[in-house]
């Protein structure tokens, strides 16, 4: 492959104008996480599906690599490739437009460049919710939402960004255009490339736009903490939460002692939601029809949870100002993460009856490892735990840099004997293509490159990302 | 390609043993329609993934084609290979096994061979539900449920195969298995093969067994059928539905009043809901949690209905017997489709809010064509209807067997430009691998050539099936 250098951009200002190269500013090159620090030789600002589709046509004819650029939010280093010839950058953020709502479809179709939170409010304005919904709202960008088959904390009741979006225009890597932005609800008319786009992380192709489940807003929404017995106590009260309440559930956010003691460590100004922090916690949120009262719905519950011996305390919302407050001390815990600085982060997933022996053993492989402190939180009704690595009080990340690789094995050695996942919502990119290798299902893994060959048989598309061989 | 005969049986038998071959029934060769008429030079009814293995290994190495077999029920000749050498044809039949069940995690495994009513009684017995629910749930195979992404009547809530899908066993071309029959809700490590084997009815490998999310059982069911206005007035219905009760809505069935008359010719027996069949009508099923009465929920949605001037009359179900009695209406409908018999039946879908104006013009461009009836019914919620096209009263379908290709050009070609799919529910099979070449983006439809060469390069796996060139 080539190097996006000089040349290449006087062949795309000759094909597409000036206007569309931009110098690259040091942001392109970055990651929230600093694993990474990327490289460019050039960016590319498209306006339309027709210059994507030449940009790549472009790169396929010069053997260019090509990175499609989002938010730039992603934390797995999807977005910056560091190694190679330098590539195009595919920045989508001119193509922002929400190109059409339609209410009573409950379906809305926005361009990959559209930030997330622009979406939700535009489905609000039309009185339907997008129920997409994850930190980085106010930065990423639909299409790499879609990239990364995004997660977020409302995946228990509505599903993640595959389960939201019904079709797709892209280009594929050969630079030709797929019109699949379809609004229909069933369509069984061959195999399923936007399924196969999701979640590709930019290897097979550029999303330009997405077709986008909306739904009915709940006329109530009730959000309470609860202090639980055990991890299995609040695996228990899910169960009772469900039978009680349906799918009207909509986040189930399991909390522990840790997070909320980094919290008044480094954000003080966090109101707690009880005097001493329980050793497991969970936030719950409710998003009821018409004509039903959240906080009874939540009140009933406690009791007959209380009658189970599964909880002993509680918080519940009585306004929107208190359930915001409730919600930022869910919200703020990565912030106080990032503030006292792990050792090692991982996002996983274990089936959700094994979450209990999963945390006590993994304490137990953590241990013995080194004095660490283990912040454990997340979704636990997706199954999926943000399980961060600290080191101990007084000391700086810096100091265990060389323990790094052993905790990630062993986490990720764990999470593996308990049929989990080592990448549960943010993706492989390129921090994790080892993993992917180490753990994924030889049949797959043979599958998955026999694809990027006939999709990608230049290796064009994001080079480096979810599989580093090819 | 060579045909599967004595020597292949020979090879087979040396390997896998006696038992697992067996003289191929006619039942085998037959499909619902007789639209077509199968052939196979042998049968295979394994017992074990390694069994499938060995066989498509077996058949990969002598060039023989496999037609992977379910419960037969497919409506477009999916199953039964007409032409070409005679296939191997590989039952799942014996793989009928529900694995496990995991009511805490709302997951329940089952063999691809499983009948479709066997794991909802397996779920009701665990207090859970499996929604896929459709016409053939009494012998069609959760395999070919999820090989075609069936959809039925319940799509509206809980989505269609697909959806209810989260991990898959299967046997690729090549023989691996993909062990990839997670319980995770959440898995982000590399491209979605499991939707692409969903959907891709046998052309890709062949599935062994899933993963199947269930649901709590809603503990208040309610049935109404409503007589609507006109197909507007269902829609607008829809939304308030929607509005007043969430995603409690489970099935929203448009009724014709031919399928009413169709009822009253051929099968009388069937109670009708109403004195006069209305123009139109519309079935919808409520499944609410605990502490809510699904019979005041229906007459609060009538009342709010009838001021708005979208419905006139209805009947609400007092009782499981009513409910079971008006889901007859709707149930009995394709029964007395076949009694009367289609000159040519269609599975589209549509955008939902396009619906009025296609059943407009579609019944223009029918009475066109000649004095025909249209009987239009089906999952409005969803877009899709079927679109059936008979002749008139005392003549039979055979004498028009020479319009039946304008019919379905008409339909057809009216649906595409109503951005809508030819085949919403049923799948491409034989029957539609033209469509889908006329119909079909090139981008999509050669990047499936694409995949189908790469993962399945010498052509064995269901030939002639979606893709009729490759």
């Known amino acids: 492959m080539n190097p996006a250098d000089k040349t290449f951009a006087e062949t795309i200002r000759a094909r597409l104008g000036d206007d569309i190269l931009r110098p690259v500013e040091p942001r392109y090159l970055d990651e929230p996480r600093r694993r990474f620090v990327g490289q460019a030789g050039l960016l590319a600002l498209p306006r339309t599906v027709e210059q994507v589709a030449a940009l790549v046509r472009l790169a396929s004819e010069a053997r260019v690599p090509v990175v499609p650029y989002g938010g730039g939010t992603g934390l797995v280093g999807g977005q910056v490739m560091a190694e190679g010839p330098a590539p195009l950058i595919l920045s989508l953020e001119r193509m922002r437009a929400i190109r059409a709502v339609y209410p009573t479809e409950n379906i809305l179709i926005a361009e990959a460049g559209a930030v997330l939170a622009d979406i939700q409010a535009a489905a609000e304005a039309a009185n339907r919710l997008f129920p997409l919904s994850l930190a980085a709202q106010g930065s990423c960008r639909i299409g790499g939402n879609l990239a990364t088959n995004a997660g977020g904390v409302n995946v228990l009741r509505y599903g993640n960004a595959r389960d939201l979006c019904l079709g797709l225009e892209a280009v594929l890597p050969n630079g030709d255009i797929w019109h699949g932005l379809g609004r229909l609800r069933k369509d069984n008319t061959g195999y399923d490339l936007r399924n196969l786009l999701i979640g590709s992380e930019g290897t097979l192709g550029v999303i330009t736009a997405a077709s986008l489940k909306l739904f009915p807003r709940p006329a109530g929404l009730g959000t309470a903490i609860f202090q639980v017995a055990s991890p299995e106590a609040a695996i228990d009260l899910l169960a009772l939460a469900r039978d009680h309440l349906g799918e009207t559930v909509s986040a189930f ?9 980094f919290l008044a460590e480094v954000l003080p100004d966090v109101r707690q939601p009880f005097d001493t922090p329980p050793e497991w916690s969970v936030l719950i949120e409710l998003g009821l029809p018409a004509g039903h009262e959240p ?23 009585q306004s929107a100002a208190q359930r915001d407050a409730l919600w930022s001390v869910r919200e703020r815990i990565p912030e106080a993460n990032r503030l006292i600085g792990s050792v090692s982060s991982h996002d996983i997933s ?45 000391h700086d990340r810096g100091e265990f840099d060389d323990r790094r690789a052993a905790i990630k094995r062993a986490v990720h050695d764990l999470v593996h004997e308990f049929e989990g996942s080592v990448s549960a919502e ?45």
Do not use: W
């Open 426 to 470: 943010h993706g492989v990119g390129r921090l994790k293509t080892g993993d992917l290798e180490r753990y994924g299902d030889p049949a797959k893994l043979s599958a998955m490159r026999a694809i990027k060959a006939a999709l990608d048989p230049l290796g064009i598309m994001n080079p480096g990302a979810v599989l580093s061989d090819v």
């Open 253 to 261: 956010e399991l909390i522990h002692r840790q997070g909320l003691d």
């Open 350 to 394: 274990v089936p959700i009856s094994r979450i209990p022996d999963f945390i006590r053993q993994g304490g137990q492989a953590i241990a013995a490892l080194g004095p660490f402190r283990v912040n454990c939180f997340g979704h636990l009704g997706d199954g999926n735990l943000h399980y961060n690595v600290f080191p101990p009080k007084g």
């Open 295 to 317: 906080e009874a719905a939540l009140e009933s519950l406690f009791v007959a949870a209380e009658a189970r011996g599964l909880v002993s305390d509680g918080v519940i919302a």
